[in-house]
């Protein structure tokens, strides 16, 4: 019986970032990203990604459009297109050069150009730019096989994307909260949790600090987490994971959660709202 060799290559570690500010790091990679989130408008018609090369041998690249849909928890998933009503940015980029090596310790400028027509419908328009790092080697040999003639071998491929947003138009938006909930005794330590309505026609990039204000001692910063909620969702699911409350007297303190608006490089942009919460006056739960 003749025997038969099976190459499997698997594509293993597909990363949503999610990240929209700041510098992104794979060390997988040995990738650094910048700026980690794009916004263009009508005076804003152009933008440059830096692909910046952390490793010691050369990198080749891949961009490519992709459109990913975001659920209630924040997950992004990549989708369809047309599964989607918020309309796809790439149909109105330009973007080049779409691949490229990279010499150790160099650097690629993606650059990126809207052409959105003047008379398009005011809305938010996104894609997620995906860039992978794919072998250099194309023409590798298959590795011999085993006893049973079949030999394997597992090549991983890493993927980041980030969000590119067109907007056309005066759009506003906001976060409310609509429901807060707190679990003293959760499997993995205390979480604060919050349910968020998103209103308006553009996608929301927030900042959420947690403050523990005692009434015989300073602020004391519980915890910090940055965020997006995109246009196709209305509900925004957050969990707050806390630090070890064994020291403090939850009776005579109260959490100030503070959200404030991010803007494209990341620094707060104004408050959206403030409360001031006494966690064991909270549901035990999400449910209502």
Request: charged share 25%; net charge negative.
């Amino acid at each position: 019986m003749a025997a038969y060799r099976l190459l499997a290559r698997a594509l293993a570690g597909l990363v949503i970032m999610g990240l929209t500010y700041g510098v992104a790091v794979t060390p997988a990679l040995a990738l650094t990203l910048f700026p980690t989130r794009i916004v263009l408008d009508e005076s804003t018609r152009a933008a440059q990604l830096q692909i910046i090369n952390n490793g010691d041998r050369p990198k080749r690249y891949v961009i490519e459009w992709r459109a990913m849909a975001m659920d209630g928890d924040g997950t992004l998933r990549l989708t369809d297109p047309s599964a989607l009503d918020t309309p796809q940015a790439s149909d109105y980029l330009i973007s080049g050069p779409r691949q490229a090596i990279v010499p150790p310790g160099g650097y690629q400028v993606i650059r990126i150009l809207s052409r959105l027509p003047p008379d398009a419908p005011d809305r938010e328009y996104r894609s997620h730019l995906m860039i992978s790092e794919p072998s250099m080697d194309e023409t590798s040999p298959i590795p011999p096989g085993g006893e049973d003639g079949i030999a394997i071998e597992i090549e991983t491929m890493v993927r980041t994307t980030i969000p590119v947003i067109l907007r056309q138009g005066d759009l506003r938006g906001t976060l409310e909260p609509t429901r807060f909930w707190f679990e003293r005794n959760a499997a993995d330590g205390p979480i604060l949790g919050v349910l968020f309505e998103r209103q308006g026609a553009r996608s929301i990039n927030a900042k959420a600090t947690l403050t523990w204000a005692g009434n015989d001692g300073p602020e004391t910063i519980l915890t910090e987490r940055r965020f997006a909620t995109y246009t196709e969702i209305r509900q925004r699911r957050l969990i707050h994971r806390l630090p070890s409350l064994e020291e403090m007297d939850l009776e005579g303190g109260t959490i100030e959660y503070t959200l404030e608006r991010l803007n494209q490089s990341g620094d707060p942009a104004g408050r959206i709202f403030r409360r001031t919460l006494n966690p064991l006056a909270l549901p035990g739960s999400e449910a209502p």
